[in-house]
């Protein structure tokens, strides 16, 4: 499967370092960001219902030719496991954004934030300008929340496109899957709460070809 232009991981790294020192204080999590602000979550509801841990993570709609497989990768942390269960929800509205490909989806103004939602919205622009979706399986696993306060994270994890395919939007035919390693991305992310208290993909870095996930 095709990979997507990425930000740098150095880019990344100077960019989550000047996000997270840039909020206040407060934290209720063992993993502390020193000087990240705490937050009070709303309770508002995500477009689908929020999934208890990510083994249980909602369709999201997505259409029958689209798997999505999510580890739950559970840590007995409940601070850690929460981010964790939001994050498959960002996951899954990855994979609806490419399902619709439309740049002012509810998705992106829910599960998405700053560069990442920026990053989205022109992605999904230009598939939707090839008139390619996604079909296939993508496999997620090996997340780890890195880092982490009551409303702000730093979350990595694996992904495994080796049976991802392409699908013309017209004439519905899929590109058979020609697995090559730079199928297997590991990602770096910041995920940071909105003001209503939905965990938000807020940047993000990826390196293909990556040995620790294959």
């Known amino acids: 499967m095709k990979r997507h232009t990425l930000p740098t991981a150095a880019a990344f790294a100077a ?16 993993d502390k960001i020193a000087g990240a602000e705490q937050g009070e979550s709303s309770g508002q509801e995500s477009p ?7 083994a249980e993570v909602s369709d999201f709609g997505l259409p029958d030719d689209l798997k999505v497989e999510i580890s739950p990768d ?4 409940k601070g ?4 964790l269960a939001a994050q498959a929800d960002v996951l899954m ?8 490909l439309d740049p002012g989806s509810r998705y992106l103004d829910v599960y998405f934030s700053g560069e990442a939602q920026a990053f989205y919205k022109a992605q999904i622009a230009a598939a939707k300008k090839r008139g390619k979706t996604i079909s296939g ?3 997620y696993y090996d997340r780890k929340v890195t880092r982490h ?12 496109q080796t049976k991802a395919v392409p699908k013309d939007v017209k004439t519905k035919k899929v590109r058979p899957a020609h697995p090559t390693p730079e199928d297997y991305t590991r990602y770096e992310t910041v995920l940071k709460k909105s003001p209503g208290g939905v965990w938000q993909l807020d940047r993000l870095s990826g390196r293909s070809n990556a040995s620790e996930c294959k």
């Open 74 to 77: 559970k840590t007995g942390n």
């Open 149 to 160: 306060t009551s409303d702000i994270a730093l979350v990595s994890y694996c992904e495994d």
């Open 48 to 54: 689908e219902a929020s999934p208890s841990s990510s």
């Open 93 to 100: 509205a990855r994979q609806r954004l490419f399902v619709d």
């Open 15 to 30: 960019a989550a370092a000047l996000f997270l020192t840039g909020c206040g204080s407060g934290s209720d999590s063992d």
């Open 137 to 139: 399986t993508y496999r």
């Open 80 to 83: 850690k496991d929460a981010v």
